[in-house]
């Protein structure tokens, strides 16, 4: 996903501050998709301001210091629609934990599985932060079409972390019941943290 485009959609929303952008949308909304910094959202909007792509005006403020609201322009409007109608290639997904299974026979089954045990603790809390959000069930009426969009979002995040947890669980069940090897080597690494 481009940083750029998200943020171009985010300003076609509302006019917001670099500020906003980071807690209201990515911290709050994008948090289960999607995270930055807000270096890189400063980064980033310098970039769409050099392009054209959005403006800003900046808000004096008395007791605190002046603040930039962007807003996009015609060209970003029309960069946003672009990039919404093109099709995306499949992204190659940087996930450790399946490069470390890939590589685990050094381990024992009991430090793997302890290592699979810790990330589905962390996969069920991501789960339960994703159904946590506040939207409209597909299966009640939606009436807003931003609220569709991100509910459909929303249930593919919910499916993924399932989906992961399933499998997780399954290889768990796997190398419990493995009894192939019931002692590992001694040059086996069984450190579990």
């Known amino acids: 996903m481009s ?46 301001v050099e392009q054209g792509w959005i403006t800003y005006k900046v808000e004096i403020q008395c007791d605190r210091p002046n603040r930039k609201v962007y807003s996009v322009t015609e060209a970003g409007k029309a960069e946003l629609t672009q990039w919404l109608q093109s099709p995306q290639p499949i992204p190659t997904v940087r996930d450790p934990l399946p490069i470390q299974l890939f590589f685990a026979a050094h381990l024992s089954n009991e430090a793997t599985i302890h290592l699979l045990e810790r990330q589905l603790a962390a996969r069920r809390d991501k789960l339960a932060e994703c159904e946590q959000i506040e939207l409209p069930t597909l299966s009640n009426p939606i ?28 290889a768990i069940e796997v190398l419990t019941q493995d009894a192939l090897n019931p002692s590992p080597p001694a040059a086996i690494l069984d450190t579990p943290a």
Not at 143 to 148: C, G, K, W, Y
């Open 3 to 48: 940083l750029a485009h998200a943020i171009l959609g985010f300003l076609l929303q509302a006019k917001r501050t670099g500020y906003d952008l980071k807690t209201s949308c990515f911290d709050r909304c994008m948090t289960y998709l999607w995270s930055a910094d807000q270096a890189q959202i400063y980064r980033t909007l310098d970039k769409l």
């Open 143 to 170: 009436h807003n079409r931003e609220q569709l969009m991100q509910r459909l979002v929303l249930e593919l995040a919910i499916r993924k972390e399932q989906t992961y947890i399933d499998w997780l669980k399954t």
